[in-house]
């Protein structure tokens, strides 16, 4: 039975491991320890429990890090380099590596820098914690599979069965850098908003944020346009539109970071954007001011 550590034991880092640890061996790594009774509770209100180790990495051991055969990296961007650079010499050259990051310019760093294989993820997947023994499955969601140079195809259609096979939706693709993309609008087009009014992403639907949601998604649109970027079937607005509803009850992540105290993922989200925009020329206020507001709340 293959063995899957996942650095990151946030909400994301936890709804994958409570999925996987129904088939597969899992550990979980952070900062600090958590409790290793965690409880999923499903989008219908369902609990699940398991027992799965929560390990810091004093307490890593190079026996269970020789068996690791892939490892999922679901910290917040701006600590992912830091995170793997830490665990990376405990590991095997050839362990997969998995990249859940928000943003465009953090994956093709680790996917030069490290040794083996490395798979991007793209995922609409929506949750919360409840404190340190528990997450929240907000919204079902579908995450999408590949490597940033196309190659890797057998790899990441295997890890795509093994994740819809857990409960979690998923499909190898050959254009991961444009999904990347299209999930950094979505981000854009929801986050900070979120963050800002302190609402769930449902209520974007309504005024007066909805208004803002559109005129975001024009800059948006431009810049994707301009970046070469395909826009997906239906369009920006549809894609966008699809995932409010489909995490209609979630608290996006950057609002969990707001309310929690923690920093923010501004720059890997908004960042890439607004360089793209500089780059071509094109306006941006919109995007700009959110850039500003998020940095001096963070600050």
């Known amino acids: 039975m293959s063995h ?66 892939t490892v999922h990296l679901t910290t917040k961007a701006y600590a992912a380099e ?15 590596l998995v990249l859940w990051q928000n943003g465009v310019g953090l994956q093709a760093t680790l996917t030069e820098r490290w040794t083996g294989p490395v798979l991007c993820a793209s995922t609409t997947e929506g ?22 140079g196309g190659g890797h195809g057998t790899l990441a259609a295997a890890l795509a069965t093994r994740l819809a096979a857990a409960g979690l939706p998923a499909a190898a693709v050959p254009d991961i850098r444009v999904r990347l993309w299209h999930k950094l609008a979505v981000n854009a087009a929801i986050n900070p908003l979120v963050a800002r009014f302190r609402i769930r992403n449902g209520q974007l639907r309504d005024r007066p944020f909805r208004p ?24 920006f607005p549809a894609l966008v539109w699809s995932v409010v509803a489909a995490t209609a009850n979630n608290r996006a992540s950057m609002l969990q970071d707001r309310l929690a105290g923690r920093p923010t993922e501004h720059e890997a989200i908004l960042a890439p954007l607004l360089a ?19 940095a001096a709340a963070d600050a």
């Open 127 to 148: 949750a919360y914690l409840q404190g340190d023994a528990g997450v929240v499955h907000a919204g079902h969601g579908r995450t999408l599979l590949g490597h940033l």
């Open 4 to 69: 899957q550590l996942i650095v990151g034991p946030g909400a994301l880092g936890r709804l994958v491991a409570l999925h996987l640890a129904s088939r597969e061996g899992v550990t979980l790594l952070g900062r600090r320890p958590l409790p290793p009774r965690q409880t999923l509770t499903t989008p219908t209100g369902e609990t699940r429990t398991r027992e799965i180790p929560c390990l810091t990495l004093d307490a890593l051991d190079h026996a269970l890090a020789a068996d690791v055969t």
């Open 82 to 96: 830091a995170a793997f650079a830490a665990i990376a010499p405990w590991l095997p050259p050839d362990t997969l």
């Open 276 to 294: 793209a925009a500089r780059r071509h020329g094109l306006p941006a206020p919109r995007l700009a001011e959110l850039q500003r507001q998020l």
């Open 212 to 235: 803002m949601v559109d005129a975001l998604l024009d800059e948006l649109a431009a810049v994707m346009a301009a970046e070469g970027i395909p826009a997906p079937d239906g369009g």
